[in-house]
Nanobody, 116 residues
Framework: QVQLVESGGGYVQAGESLTLSCTGS????????VYWYRQAPGKEREGVWF????????KYADFVNGRFTISRDNAKRTTYLHMTDLQPEDAGVYYC?????????WGPGTQVIVSS
């Protein structure tokens, strides 16, 4: 079955960097987009790198402001979210997400804590 597992979360100071990983299985990873979302305490889940409203393109959220980049290693079936200059407002649980045969799949999330 389709599975996504995030890792790499942790505690950082404001201004530091962190790289999250998402490893997928059970689907054709190399041909499938994997997106990133996050959810801060008390807030709704929001896209970090996601497909836009009409599905025509992927985009970074405005709050990324050039600080985050996406990469992937298809041989390792892993996509990465490289985050720099992290701020307290970036804290939350980060999730990766994909769709396969019309069904959405989410990982369990990895927590990022940013101290000021």
């Amino acid at each position: 079955q389709v599975q996504l597992v995030e890792s790499g979360g942790g505690y950082v100071q404001a201004g530091e960097s962190l790289t999250l990983s998402c490893t997928g299985s059970g689907f054709r990873f190399s041909n499938n987009a994997v997106y990133w979302y996050r959810q801060a305490p008390g807030k709704e889940r929001e896209g970090v790198w996601f497909k836009n409203g009409d599905g025509s393109n992927t985009k970074y959220a405005d709050f990324v402001n050039g600080r985050f980049t996406i990469s992937r290693d298809n041989a390792k079936r892993t996509t990465y979210l490289h985050m720099t200059d992290l701020q307290p407002e970036d804290a939350g649980v980060y999730y990766c997400h994909t769709g396969w045969f019309g069904f959405p799949y989410w990982g369990p999330g990895t927590q990022v804590i940013v101290s000021s």
